[in-house]
């Protein structure tokens, strides 16, 4: 075997290496390959080094600001651009959307958007995603920043812990952030009426907050209203606490009159809710806490009544007209609503072949302090009501409006009315009824009417008519007139008489009455000088006392010879006879 050739040096000159065709030629060996080593690297090659080595940092870089990637569905893409639309919450930028995408059963469309590294934390599963738009509404004016800016996708961090990527887009904007500092409660309400999200709330007429939204329950039985009540008046919201309706213009026409109740013009526009504290009820400093429900009532008055747990109902029957008694119609005592109307309906008596007309009424019986019943039988005896019957206790209908007519029952004690006993019918403890005053006084003009009727007329008619006659004849006939003609002469000769003793009598009179006069003064004067001279102790007195003496007895005397006269007229003329 030969040993290999050693290289030789690269300093050392390389022989000239035969051609091909020579070795061939010649009949030589092959040329053999010979190892060239080089120098230092080329610079060349740095550059892609340092390329690479600067594209890796910056997709180190890129991944490691790069943020998390979320999804959000919406109704539609209206005003959103992939690649330009931005994501900001409280007007600052913290991501783009990247993608819009439609649904595959084209029920939405799903935007994708990235956020900036560090919005983790705003990606609570309750986070809330919308469209920041324009929006002109009845109750407030949104997004007008975006008529120069473009539509953005707002964002409003949830406080849940639970993270999440994918999100349901609203709508419409909220109406309160979760920054917001007041507390929630919810309203429960048979209807909504038009109240909206937005629509304010207002506490002694002035808005302290508004609704934020509203939902039907699953039965369809009621309606949950969503309130939020802005800081500090959420404080004024206290257990027993009474929100109602105040939308539009709250006009009532009832028994009691014309009530006309509204809030501000814009509660008249757009609706609104009112809540209050009622003064009279106990524990009003209890502060409800937040997503408490309270009933929402239809208007004030309603929000305002009284509510007493212990009702009694009855039946009252009337026999007359009820037009303008309705359902809800006020039974008072005495000026005093103590309950209202339940039920109206009309019954046949087959007996009486009559229509008589039973009215159901609720009673509060705590409004007039009856006393509770403590078992079945003290109420289904009812001795309190019993007694108050058998004093005279009445039910009547009156009229309590004149513009509409409308009708309420009136409880109250009638000494005068007939005797009545409580009874029971369906139940119910029937209370005893009057008509009404119209009622009772067209009862007594037929009654006088019937009166009239019974008397006979006809003959009554006949005998006057008789006696016109009579008097007609006695009055045309020539014997009266002589009459008259007669009175007529001895009152002229009256008048002719009394005139002579006006003109003739009277000076006559006068001079008479002047001496009468004159006379009585002088009599005065004379009986005053007797009264001196017959004193008791005057002398002529004396005499006259004696004086008396002896005329008494001669007038005895004359009072003997009287009755002997009497006797004996004859003496007169013969004489006293022997013996007489």
Known sequence: MTEPQRPESPSSPSPPT??????????????????????????????????????????????????????????????????????????????????????????????????????????????????????????????????????????????????????????????????????????????????????PVYYRRIQVGQVIDYTLDDDGGAVTVDVFINSPHDKLVHTNTRFWNASGIDLELSANGVRLDTQSLVSVLVGGVAFDTPADLEATDTVAPADQFFPLYANRSAANKQVYLHKERYLMIFNGSVRGLNVGAPVSLRGIRIGQVMDIELDFDKQQLDFRIPVLVEVEPERIGFPEPQSADDQKDARVLRQLVQRGLRAQLKTGNLLTGALYIELDFHSDAAPAKLTQRQGYSVVPTLPTPLEAATNKITALLDKVNALPIEGIGEDLQAAVGDARELLGSAELRTAVDELSAVLSEARGVTAQLNSELAPKLDAVLGSLQGTLEDASRTLNNTNELIGPDAPMSVEAVRTMREVSAAARSLRVMADYLERHPEALIQGKGGGR
Not at 26 to 34: I, K, T, V
Not at 85 to 109: A, E, F, N, P
Not at 166 to 186: E, K, M, S, Y
């Open 18 to 199: 035969p051609s091909a065709a020579e070795g061939h030629a010649g009949g030589g060996a092959l040329p053999q390959a010979r190892v060239v080593r080089r120098g230092r690297p080329s610079l060349v090659w740095l550059l892609p080094v340092i390329a690479l080595a600067v594209g890796g940092w910056l997709v180190v870089k890129t991944l490691a600001e790069q943020g998390p990637s979320v999804s959000i569905d919406f109704e539609n893409a209206a005003g959103l651009n992939a690649g330009k639309t931005k994501v900001k919450y409280k007007d600052v930028d913290i991501g783009t959307v990247t993608r819009i995408d439609v649904s595959t059963d084209l029920d939405h469309v799903t935007v994708t958007a990235d956020l900036r590294q560090g919005s983790e934390e705003f990606l609570a599963e309750d986070t809330r995603f919308w469209v920041s738009r324009p929006r002109i509404t009845a109750s407030q004016v949104s997004g007008l920043e975006t008529l120069l800016s473009g539509a953005f996708v707002a964002l409003d961090p949830g406080s849940s812990r639970k993270q999440s990527r994918h999100f349901q887009g609203l709508a419409r904007p909220p109406v309160i952030t979760t920054d917001a500092p007041g507390r929630r409660f919810r309203l429960r309400a048979d209807t909504l009426g038009s109240l909206n999200p937005g629509t």
